[in-house]
Antibody, heavy 117, light 109 residues
Framework: EVQLVESGGGLVQPGGSLRLSCAASGFTFSSYSMNWVRQAPGKGLEWVSYISSSSSSMYYSDSVKGRFTISRDNAKNSLNLQMNSLRDEDTAVYYC??????????WGQGTLVTVSS | QSALTQPASVSGSPGQSITISCTGNSSNVGRYNLISWYQQHPGNAPKLMLYEVSKRPSGVSNRFSGSKSGNTASLTITGLQAEDEAGYYCSSYAGSSPYVFGTGTKVTV
């Protein structure tokens, strides 16, 4: 069974940093591209970042480019998102998501990030 | 990339059929047959319901079907059931900024 378990969310002040992690199990992690998708409270889904299976390609949404860094450790079956210079508008539930071909086929339960003073 | 446009809400009675539209442009929906749909119940993570316009993952009911014409994709739910009441989001592959989502539609049964 595919499982994606996020951790690392919490309350942080504007301008602060936070590192999210995602532990993957139930599939060959090193064979799949991964993504982070977020959802602000009461709002829709927003794609945040992508990393290819070998870490050779990484993409970011314009809203987080230059502030967030995606990485993965295939030996540890883990995905990470380093978030710096956090803003109020980064407040959201952050989902770790596996990519099939060009669809997001498995989602974690999410971790809440709250940016507030 | 701007969000794809979906109706804010759609409603139907049990047993009826409903259709949710998803409108993009020639850079996303119109360019790729890589449209997916996600169902999200309150407090839960989204779940993949359709991919590549009309393909269903294992375990998804055949009451869910998809189509595309030009820059607009559609999700149809037939034989509406109470458990179908949820939020629905479309998504299109969009190249190097891989995914653009729709604005979301609340389905009320």
């Amino acid at each position: 069974e595919v499982q994606l378990v996020e951790s690392g969310g919490g309350l942080v002040q504007p301008g602060g940093s936070l590192r999210l992690s995602c532990a993957a199990s139930g599939f060959t992690f090193s064979s799949y591209s991964m993504n982070w998708v977020r959802q602000a409270p009461g709002k829709g889904l927003e794609w945040v970042s992508y990393i290819s299976s070998s870490s050779s390609s990484m993409y970011y949404s314009d809203s987080v480019k230059g502030r967030f860094t995606i990485s993965r450790d295939n030996a540890k079956n883990s995905l990470n998102l380093q978030m710096n210079s956090l803003r109020d508008e980064d407040t959201a539930v952050y989902y770790c998501v596996r990519e099939g071909y060009r669809e997001l086929d498995y989602w974690g339960q999410g971790t809440l990030v709250t940016v507030s003073s | 990339q701007s969000a794809l446009t979906q109706p804010a809400s759609v409603s139907g009675s049990p047993g009826q059929s409903i259709t949710i539209s998803c409108t993009g442009n020639s850079s996303n929906v119109g360019r790729y047959n890589l449209i997916s749909w996600y169902q999200q119940h309150p407090g839960n993570a989204p779940k993949l319901m359709l991919y590549e316009v009309s393909k269903r993952p294992s375990g998804v009911s055949n009451r869910f079907s998809g189509s595309k014409s030009g820059n607009t994709a559609s999700l149809t739910i037939t034989g509406l059931q109470a458990e179908d009441e949820a939020g629905y989001y479309c998504s299109s592959y969009a190249g190097s900024s891989p995914y653009v989502f729709g604005t979301g539609t609340k389905v009320t049964v």
